[in-house]
Every structure is written in structure tokens, then in C-alpha cells.
């Protein structure tokens, strides 16, 4: 990366939050040998880094301190360290746990310029920018792991243009692209000049190895990522998500339990999407109360997309549980616990194949249904990633329509028909089902996957 970058002309190399190691380390950070692996591969890095500048989040262990740091490399060596000043210890971030806060401002001169250096939550909040500046930089560097969640771009936008106004210093904003267990990172990194304008943006969940010039005193205008809708980031993030998970933890693919609703057909299409046709299986496993439309519309929607298909029917087996059960239920009437029983092999069957074939059976309930308790234990929620865990109802029909404004993959009759557990003779309960489908939530929040 350094030498393309040296070769394009460059003079600095900007990398995200502790991109040594990943984003969040989580109790690794608690382990000693961590740190001195850490600093190992920082020192390897170092001596293959020559006519540029590079600074590179890492761990940093100090005595019996422990810091979020970032190395700022020049000459095949590390010259100095960043510590950063801000732990944040709200909603997915837990720094205060592991991490001692930093306090002084780190200031390098590159090529004639003075480059102050933040570390994502130091933005956020008046301080660090500050002490930058005050120390005499001219442009602010900030490495970030900065997690998405839907809206979320405008929002840095206008925090790191406070910090403009505070300063009157551009900001360069190089953001973490990725999947780390139930976190997605965007990316999306981008710069604001002295006026807070937009000059440069990156793609979305893309890497990239952009230019971005500082000429008299400024930041000038670059490339500009078109922004994409909000159904297409969504998408982009549980996508990279499940693609990141399995291919981190070494799965070698996914199966899905379909039931021919749209939340399994969501879940189906993301994976194929996220792995290739090759690497996902598709399980039915009808029951005698499966409708006819179920089984037609599933094979509809793997024919769609390519993917092997397995049908296995659980009848046999719900007879064999009732036959055991019999004298435990005898002069008790048929209830949700028969019903329940259903789910209950299904996620039996599609665990058995996971444990004989290496393969992660993947969630498919949504937020709304796991919300008011619909999503049923051993069916919806049986599985070792929940892909569509924080997308609200209404959301995954937004997300099927754009999916199949892509290419239809998806049979529209998937996403008419009437929902239905399918668990007994006659309507299941379509009316609960159907309030949950048209119920208004025009703007969920999507803070993970």
C-alpha cells in the first residue's frame, strides 16, 4: 500500500483506527502477548516503509498502561506515537475497559506541512482538535472505526465540521471498511476544506487507496462518490457483514432454512449475494401445513439464484414426538405446543447439517418480530448469525424491492402474500402478522448486522 501510494506521488499514508490489528479487539486487549505481537508487526511494518509517511493504528503498551495509539512511521522507523485522548464507553464501544487516555497533542511536519492526528472519538467532542491546533497544525489527520448505522454519514459531516469551525483546520476522515462479528464498518471516509465543504468522499464498504492534495494551506477538491439510497447501504452492510463473519471464522458456507416468507427469502438472497451461489444451501422442510404456494415460491426463488436446494419433510418426525409425548399429553388439547415442535426439528434438521458439513446456519428472524416475541425459539432465531436481526419489518420489503430492482430474484408472490407460521390447519393467525407488515417505521436504525 505505502509504496503505491509513494508511487502515486503521496507524501502521507492515513490508516483507520488500530488497523494494525482490527477493530475491536475486545479481551485480546487484556492479554500481554497480544501487545507484544503487536508491536512485533509494527516493528516488521516499519523497517519496509521508506519515502513516505505512514501513521497506522495500534495497541500500544507502555509500563502497565495501554493505549488506543497511532505510530507515525517515517524512514523505517517509528518516530513518534498518538495516544488517544477520548474512550468512548457507550453502545458497542467499551475503550474505558481496556484502554488509559491519552493527553497531549501530536503535531508532524510532512513535506512542509503540520499535521495534527485525532483518533475517532477525540472528533467527536471539542478537545483534541483543539490541542492540534494550539500545538500549530494545519491540517487534522482522524483514524477512525466508526461502525454504521443508517444516516449515519450526514452526522460525521456535521461533527467534524464543529471541529472546523473550532479550529478553522481541514480535516482528512479515513474510516475502517468491514465486517467484525456484529459490527459493519462503512468506510465511507471522506475530507472537509477550512469552509467545512465536502472535497473528497469515498465509496461506501469499499477499500480504497485514494490521493487527496493540500495545497496553500488547503485541502483541494477530488473524487466524489455519488451517494447511494438508503435501501442500497443496508444492503451493502448486511452483506459485507455476513461475507466478513464467515470468512473471518473460516466457515466454509451458509445454510438457510427456508419457509417461502420474505424474511427467509431476504436472508437467502444476502448470502448468495455476500458468498456466491456456491457456498450457500437452501433447506424446505414443509410439515403437512405447509401451503402448496410455500414450496412453489421457494423453488422459484433458489431456481433465482442458483443455489442447491434440499427438501425434508418433517412429518415423520412430528409423529414420532407425538407418539412420545402421548401419555405426558393425554387429555390435553392440541396447542402452540404442538405447533412449536414444528420449529423446533426444523432447527434440529438444519443444525445437524451444519455440525456434519462445516457450514453456519444463519438467522433468519427480523427486529420487529424478535421485538414482540413472534420470532419463534429453534425456528427464526435457530442459527449462529442473525443477518436481518436489526431490520425492522418494513424495512425487508423495501430491501426485497430494491434487491429485485437489481435483478428480480425474489417472486413477487413472496412479497404479496399475506404472511403465516404455517404451524396448523387453516389462516395462522394472518391478521397479527399482517399489523406487523404495515405498520409505520419509516426510519429504523441499523446498528449492526
Not at 479481551?27 to 508491536?39: G, I, M, N, T, V
Not at 513535506?111 to 487534522?140: F, K, M, R, S, T
Request: hydrophobic share 45%; proline share 5%; glycine share 10%.
Amino acid at each position: 500500500m505505502c509504496s503505491r501510494a509513494r508511487d502515486a506521488g503521496a507524501d502521507i499514508v492515513i490508516t483507520p483506527e488500530l488497523a494494525l490489528c482490527g477493530y475491536p479487539p475486545e479481551d485480546l486487549l487484556l492479554r500481554p502477548d497480544f501487545y507484544r505481537a503487536c508491536a512485533r508487526e509494527l516493528g516488521a511494518l516499519a523497517t519496509e516503509v521508506h519515502g513516505i509517511t505512514l501513521i497506522v493504528g495500534f495497541p500500544e503498551a507502555e509500563g502497565e498502561r495501554r493505549y488506543n495509539g497511532a505510530a507515525v512511521i517515517q524512514g523505517g522507523r517509528v518516530v513518534t506515537v498518538y495516544r488517544k485522548h477520548r474512550l468512548p464507553n457507550y453502545e458497542v464501544f467499551d475503550e474505558e475497559r481496556y484502554f488509559d487516555p491519552g493527553d497531549r497533542a501530536c503535531v508532524i511536519a510532512v513535506n512542509g506541512v503540520a499535521c495534527g492526528i485525532n483518533i475517532c472519538a477525540d472528533v467527536w467532542e471539542p478537545g483534541a482538535a483543539d490541542a492540534a491546533h494550539a500545538a500549530g497544525a494545519q491540517l487534522l489527520l482522524a483514524l477512525n472505526a466508526s461502525p454504521y448505522h443508517m444516516n449515519k454519514q450526514a452526522r460525521r459531516y456535521e461533527v467534524l465540521r464543529s471541529r472546523i469551525a473550532d479550529t478553522n483546520m481541514p480535516v482528512v476522515y479515513a474510516n475502517l471498511v468491514g465486517g467484525q462479528d456484529e459490527l459493519v464498518f462503512d468506510g465511507a471516509s471522506f475530507a472537509l476544506d477550512a469552509r467545512g465543504d465536502l472535497v473528497y468522499q469515498a465509496s461506501s464498504f469499499e477499500e480504497s487507496l485514494d490521493i487527496i492534495e493540500f495545497v496553500d494551506g488547503d485541502l483541494q477538491r477530488g473524487g466524489i462518490a455519488a451517494a447511494q439510497s438508503l435501501e442500497a447501504d443496508v444492503y451493502a452492510a448486511l452483506n459485507l457483514g455476513v461475507r466478513d463473519y464467515l470468512g473471518k471464522n473460516g466457515f466454509p458456507g451458509a445454510i438457510i432454512g427456508l419457509s417461502g416468507g420474505v424474511d427467509s427469502a431476504l436472508t437467502l438472497a444476502v448470502a448468495v449475494d455476500a458468498l456466491g451461489p456456491g457456498k450457500v444451501r437452501a433447506v424446505m422442510m414443509p410439515s403437512p401445513y405447509t401451503a402448496q404456494m410455500s414450496l412453489d415460491d421457494s423453488r422459484e426463488l433458489v431456481a433465482n439464484l442458483g443455489i442447491r436446494y434440499d427438501e425434508i419433510p418433517i412429518e415423520p418426525a412430528m409423529k414420532t414426538f407425538e407418539t412420545m409425548l402421548a401419555k405426558e399429553f393425554a387429555g390435553r388439547a392440541a396447542d402452540a405446543t404442538e405447533e412449536n415442535l414444528q420449529a423446533r426439528i426444523r432447527g434440529m434438521i438444519l443444525m445437524a447439517l451444519s455440525n456434519k458439513f462445516g457450514s453456519i446456519v444463519l438467522t433468519t428472524g427480523n427486529k420487529s418480530e424478535m421485538a414482540v416475541g413472534y420470532a419463534t425459539l429453534y425456528g427464526d432465531m435457530a442459527g449462529g448469525f442473525a443477518v436481518i436481526k436489526d431490520i425492522f419489518k418494513t424495512f425487508v420489503y423495501r430491501l426485497c424491492a430494491w434487491r429485485n430492482g437489481v435483478s428480480p430474484v425474489i417472486p413477487q408472490n413472496i412479497l404479496t402474500r399475506l404472511p403465516s407460521a404455517e404451524l396448523k390447519p387453516g389462516p395462522d393467525r394472518p391478521g397479527h402478522l399482517a399489523a406487523l407488515r404495515n405498520a409505520r417505521c419509516d426510519h429504523p436504525v441499523l446498528h449492526g448486522t
